[in-house]
Antibody, heavy 119, light 109 residues
Framework: EVQLVESGGGLVKPGGSLRLSCATSGFSLSSYTMNWVRQAPGKGLEWVSSISSSTTYIFYADSVRGRFTISRDNAKNSLYLQMNSLRVEDTAVYYC????????????WGQGTLVTVSA | SYVLTQPPSVSVAPGQTARITCGGDNIGSKSVHWYQQKPGQAPVLVVYDDSDRPSGIPERFSGSNSGNTATLTISRVEAGDEADYYCQVWDSSDNYPKVFGGGTKLTVL
């Protein structure tokens, strides 16, 4: 069974940092592109970042480029999102999502971890 | 970056057909995916590549895509279908590989 479990969320002050993790199981992480998608309270889904299976391709949304860094450790079956210089508008539930290699859809999602940026 | 436009809300009576649209410039040339999200839950993929269904998704969910509009159709709507629905495309033209629509709240009357 495919499972994605996010962790690392919490309350942080503006300007602070946080590192999110996504532990995966039930599939070979090394074969898949992975994504982070966030959802601000009461708002829609916003794609944040993608990383290809071998880390050759990494993309970021304009809203986080230069502040967030996506990475992965295939040996540890884990995906990460290092978030620096956090802003109030980064407050959201952050989901990790596996990307189906044929369709580029996100076929499996974690349950999400809440990041709250507030003074 | 590419923009996807969805109606904020759609209402339908049980047993009827719901149609949720997703507008975008020449969206018919792209593959469209649809997600269902119920309150407090993670999104679930219900249609991929315009009209294919993942295993476990009822046949009542179908999709189409042509011109500037993609459509998610839910036949014989049930109370349990009440949720937010999001369309998504992969945009290879720039560095924004994934774009989501703003979401549509489906209300079952």
């Amino acid at each position: 069974e495919v499972q994605l479990v996010e962790s690392g969320g919490g309350l942080v002050k503006p300007g602070g940092s946080l590192r999110l993790s996504c532990a995966t199981s039930g599939f070979s992480l090394s074969s898949y592109t992975m994504n982070w998608v966030r959802q601000a309270p009461g708002k829609g889904l916003e794609w944040v970042s993608s990383i290809s299976s071998s880390t050759t391709y990494i993309f970021y949304a304009d809203s986080v480029r230069g502040r967030f860094t996506i990475s992965r450790d295939n040996a540890k079956n884990s995906l990460y999102l290092q978030m620096n210089s956090l802003r109030v508008e980064d407050t959201a539930v952050y989901y990790c999502a596996r990307e189906d290699y044929a369709s580029s859809s996100c076929d499996y999602w974690g349950q999400g971890t809440l990041v709250t940026v507030s003074a | 970056s590419y923009v996807l436009t969805q109606p904020p809300s759609v209402s339908v009576a049980p047993g009827q057909t719901a149609r949720i649209t997703c507008g975008g410039d020449n969206i018919g040339s792209k593959s469209v995916h649809w997600y269902q999200q119920k309150p407090g839950q993670a999104p679930v993929l219900v249609v991929y590549d315009d009209s294919d269904r993942p295993s476990g998704i009822p046949e009542r969910f179908s999709g189409s895509n042509s011109g500037n509009t993609a459509t998610l159709t839910i036949s014989r709507v049930e109370a349990g279908d009440e949720a937010d629905y999001y369309c998504q495309v992969w945009d290879s033209s720039d560095n924004y590989p994934k774009v989501f629509g703003g979401g549509t709240k489906l209300t079952v009357l």
